[in-house]
């Protein structure tokens, strides 16, 4: 069986261990999907995986072969109604269970290493009261109405460009630090790599630290300068030029003077606002940290930090920061979701339908990412290498997940060998900086 035969049979298997036990995932336990219908509970998971962005009916069109005895979209929403987040949910950790012990990976930032980015973006939809609760609802922006909103928080595989893990929040109820350290918690761990967790400013602190310390892994945090009033301001480093030196903290929640610092240890004190959950605020206990403090100059003469346990020896300050560079791939990969795999068009008001789609966007990328590496490109002397287009993949990738084909009636490989771009590296664009406050889609302003 063929590299993308495998991927499909992956999906399928992983949709079919969902349907065995639909009773977990379900809002009423042997009631829901316990009839015969024509929307059966494979076809409500195959759909919303292979969904795009046009209307729900053009969708249901495409999907169904054009079919005139096709359901209706009242009996996709009643079918859909039934089904809690979490069958979305399950598929994208089993799939991508079975598909990381296959152990294919092309290519390594760090040889030894997986490592891992970590970052949020938020999405919007248009909705009303009665669906949501304040939580949701974003009064200021660009629509005089209002929208409701979803903070996504993810870590990302930099390896093999797919998304590893995921956890789905209201705008107002928005906690990165808190999401960040469930994900770690709970992600798998390699038996023959460790994982190095990147991350901006925003996921540097102790507690993060301390919660991927604990997992015996590796962190790679961005800080503010030492100039600045951050989390390395306060130590006794170089105020100018670069360094690379390491210091150790001891990490205290009372002021009791029976606790004793090691000399040659600072001490900071995690106040009861902060979160720290290995100490308890207000016990005598002590938790020690030691991480390297790494400050390098930029082309435009600026200075960055970084804060890391690599081991110095095996990553020099250089290599660090080609490593935190390509936490770029994060970014990329939140434009592709929201605008090639359609995550700025969802098909329902409701929350819990939302956060279905948003999963089933999330299968669709890392398929579509697996498909990609599947295949081979010959090499020849051009003036460019070249790669998957990934818009003309996620395409293709839609035909070839639905369950209604079960045989491998198109030549997946060949297609996708067919649709390559030049690879143009050191090329740039200036970030966008309406991203942040673009209006959700109406339901109305669909392409047909």
């Given at each position: 069986m063929s590299l993308h035969q495998t991927i499909q049979s992956l999906f399928h298997s992983a949709v079919r261990s969902v349907i065995s036990h639909i009773s977990d995932f379900v809002l009423r336990p042997g009631k829901d999907f316990t009839r015969n219908r024509k929307f059966t509970a494979a076809q409500i998971i195959s759909f919303l995986i292979t969904m795009g962005a046009s209307s729900t009916r053009v969708e249901m069109l495409d999907f169904f072969g054009m079919d005139a005895l096709m359901p209706t979209s009242s009996a996709f929403r009643q079918q859909r109604a039934k089904l809690r987040?979490?069958?979305?949910?399950?598929?994208?950790?089993?799939?991508?269970?079975?598909?990381?012990?296959?152990?294919?990976?092309?290519?390594?930032?760090?040889?030894?290493?997986?490592?891992?980015a970590a970052d949020g973006s938020t999405t919007s939809f248009f909705s009303s009261d009665k669906f949501h609760t304040e939580d949701y609802f974003v009064s200021e922006g660009p629509s005089a109405k209002g929208f409701y909103s979803l903070h996504i928080n993810a870590l990302y595989d930099l390896d093999r460009n797919m998304y590893v893990a995921s956890l789905l929040q209201p705008v107002h109820k928005k906690d990165e630090f808190l999401a960040f350290c469930t994900m770690v918690d709970t992600c798998p761990v390699l038996s023959d790599r460790k994982d190095i967790y990147i991350?901006?400013?925003?996921?540097?602190?102790?507690?993060?630290?301390?919660?991927?310390?604990?997992?015996?892994?590796?962190?790679?945090?961005?800080?503010?300068?030492?100039?600045?009033?951050?989390?390395?301001?306060?130590?006794?480093?170089?105020?100018?030029?670069?360094?690379?030196?390491?210091?150790?903290?001891?990490?205290?929640?009372?002021?009791?003077?029976?606790?004793?610092?090691?000399?040659?240890?600072?001490?900071?004190?995690?106040?009861?606002?902060?979160?720290?959950?290995?100490?308890?605020?207000?016990?005598?206990?002590?938790?020690?940290?030691?991480?390297?403090?790494?400050?390098?100059?930029?082309?435009?003469?600026?200075?960055?930090?970084?804060?890391?346990?690599?081991?110095?020896?095996?990553?020099?300050?250089?290599?660090?920061?080609?490593?935190y560079n390509a936490r770029w791939g994060i970014e990329s990969s939140f434009r592709k979701l929201k605008y090639t795999i359609g995550m700025s068009n969802f098909h329902s008001c409701k929350p819990e339908h939302v956060e279905q789609e948003i999963w089933a966007k999330l299968i669709a990328y890392n398929i579509t990412e697996a498909m990609i590496q599947s295949v081979i490109l010959e090499t020849h002397d051009t003036k460019h290498a070249y790669k998957v287009n990934f818009s003309m993949a996620v395409h293709i990738c839609r035909v070839f997940l639905r369950l209604a084909a079960e045989e491998d009636v198109i030549d997946t490989v060949a297609l996708l060998r067919k649709e390559l771009l030049p690879i143009r590296p050191g090329r740039a664009y200036p970030r966008l900086k309406t991203a942040h406050f673009r209006r959700p889609k109406y339901f109305v302003y669909r392409a047909a």
């Open positions: 987040p979490e069958a979305l949910s399950e598929i994208f950790h089993t799939f991508n269970t079975a598909y990381f012990s296959l152990g294919t990976v092309k290519k390594t930032i760090a040889s030894g290493y997986r490592c891992i991350g901006d400013r925003g996921y540097c602190s102790y507690n993060n630290m301390a919660h991927i310390i604990e997992k015996e892994q590796y962190f790679l945090f961005r800080t503010k300068d030492v100039l600045s009033k951050g989390l390395v301001g306060n130590f006794k480093l170089p105020k100018e030029g670069m360094f690379d030196e390491t210091v150790t903290v001891t990490l205290v929640r009372s002021h009791s003077r029976k606790i004793r610092i090691p000399d040659g240890n600072y001490r900071r004190f995690v106040d009861r606002a902060a979160s720290f959950d290995f100490l308890e605020y207000g016990s005598d206990g002590t938790y020690p940290l030691s991480f390297r403090v790494v400050r390098f100059q930029l082309p435009d003469g600026s200075f960055e930090c970084l804060v890391t346990n690599l081991p110095e020896d095996e990553f020099p300050p250089a290599r660090l920061r080609d490593i």
